[in-house]
């Protein structure tokens, strides 16, 4: 006799009504040590709140797109609650990777790229999981794909980086910077030109700025 299928829905609620239950179980076992403080308080409050941005996450339905976290809306409200639900895929998807745990500095959220990576990750993981165009096939490539790619680039990008070389000290000037500015901006106009009515033709000859003519003497031709 054929077992039938759960509902996904059903699926994810039974999910999520585990987790709760497992919270319970962490805050019980946490009472007694109130005494200690509290970060027994904190933990138990950052618990309950990781547990409903995993349900909030559970019943959303799977979309195409993902938004992106250098261009998110600079509402306060809606970046805090787009960083509590990836701290909590964090927790429960990704960090069970023992490559991803290890990649992942102590300062991640530091990191504009690295959050990025992440975000896509977690919507990509998503698609792949819930929602009508869920497969085996999307999922696979996540494993296969999508998730080693960007742990090796965290690695590349972050994976060498710690709170300390974000703090700005008097005998550290090489913390990481922000976004670097875009190069060749003064030939814009010049490309725009030649692109709209010759692109036929060679491009534009480099301009060789004056404070370079200054220095290094006339340029050579």
């Not at 909590?88 to 490559?99: E, G, I």
């Not at 530091?110 to 999307?138: F, I, N, T």
């Not at 709209?196 to 370079?212: F, I, L, M, Q």
Request: include cysteine.
């Amino acid at each position: 006799m054929t077992t039938p299928r759960k509902d996904p829905e059903f699926a994810r609620a039974d999910a999520v009504a585990g987790l709760a239950r497992e919270v319970d179980e962490l805050r019980r076992a946490v009472d007694p040590l109130r005494d200690v403080g509290g970060r027994v308080d904190d933990l138990g409050q950052l618990v309950g709140q990781l547990t409903d941005a995993v349900a909030a996450l559970s019943k959303r339905p799977s979309a195409a797109t993902a938004p992106s976290w250098l261009l998110l809306p600079t509402d306060p409200v809606a970046v805090e609650r787009t960083l509590g639900e990836l701290c909590a895929w964090l927790h429960a998807v990704f960090l069970r990777y023992p490559d991803g745990a290890a990649a992942l500095p102590e300062c991640w959220l530091r990191h504009p790229e690295v959050v990025e990576e992440l975000l896509w990750l977690m919507h990509a993981w998503c698609c792949a999981y819930q929602g009508k165009a869920a497969s085996v096939q999307l999922a696979g490539d996540w494993h296969d794909r999508q998730r080693p790619g960007v742990v090796r680039r965290i690695r590349v990008n972050a994976g060498s980086c710690s709170v300390e070389r974000h703090q700005t000290r008097p005998d550290w000037d090489q913390y990481p910077s922000g976004a670097a500015p875009v190069p060749g901006l003064d030939a814009v106009g010049a490309i725009a030109r030649w692109w709209a009515a010759g692109r036929d033709d060679p491009a534009p000859e480099p301009v060789t700025p004056p404070a370079a003519i200054a220095t290094n003497g006339a340029p050579h031709r």
